[in-house]
């Protein structure tokens, strides 16, 4: 990826849940911002525009890069200088909700990602005590709308890529309808065919994804 769309990635590691719930992860991520803004690398600061960054996420890293775009959206980039955000790449985003999308309810027993697994990783990693409709979980709940609105304020494009086949399709889908009526500008990528996660076995699906990205950067340089 690094390679055809000629950016430099950053691959973040973060705590995991059961261990460190959320927003362990969050925290995390903010963390690894923080970090890259002081890397001490001549190469990096001569060949890297830092004013140019994305952050990018496939299933729960897709959740943790959405979470963290929120909080630099709302707290603004002035201490992550000289980074600039510019927008969010969600491949997949993992979210959910107390009451089933028809897409969690088609595919509940889907062989790669059954909606049994996915409850079971959010009461793993939600706070104790909290439910599928917690913030961290359904973007809609509670001021997760109000939040979206940030992203427009400070002008980031927003990718949203997902496959019919992927139990978890309507939420990406409803996120990418709450962000248009927020009037961010959002990019769609939804396919008929496909599961969740195959763009690690499929090979095909894997140089798509990573052509429709450059796409989205390239394009997002000409509106900026």
């Given amino acids: ?15 995991l849940a059961p261990d460190h719930r959320l927003p362990a992860a969050y925290e995390d991520a903010m963390e690894a911002l923080h970090w890259i803004k002081t890397l001490p690398d001549d190469w990096l600061r001569q060949f890297v525009d830092y004013s140019n960054c994305y952050l990018m996420g496939n299933s729960a890293g897709a959740t943790t890069a959405y979470h963290a775009g929120l909080r ?16 969010l790449i969600l491949r997949q985003p993992s ?16 062989p790669v990602f059954p909606m049994c697994v996915s409850d079971l990783l959010w009461e793993m990693a939600l706070p104790v005590g909290a439910n599928r409709d917690h913030e961290y979980c359904n973007p809609m709940a509670a001021r ?3 939040k979206v ?50 763009q690690f076995v499929d090979p095909s699906v894997s140089s798509r994804l990573i052509r429709v990205v450059k796409h989205f950067i390239s394009s997002s340089n000409k509106c900026g």
């Fill in 1 to 15: 990826m690094a390679d055809y769309i000629e950016a430099v990635v950053a691959s973040v590691d973060y705590r």
């Fill in 72 to 87: 630099v959206a709302e707290e603004g980039q002035d201490d992550l200088k000289p980074m600039t955000i510019k927008g």
């Fill in 95 to 110: 979210f959910s909700g107390t009451q089933r999308a028809e897409s969690e309810m088609r595919l509940e027993k889907n």
């Fill in 144 to 146: 997760g709308p109000e």
């Fill in 149 to 198: 609105e940030k992203m427009r304020e400070v002008g980031w494009r927003v990718m949203v890529s997902g496959n019919r086949g992927d139990p978890l399709f309507d939420r990406g889908k409803e996120l990418v309808r709450i962000m248009k009526e927020k009037r961010v500008k959002v990019v769609t990528d939804f396919v008929e065919q496909g599961t969740h996660g195959d």
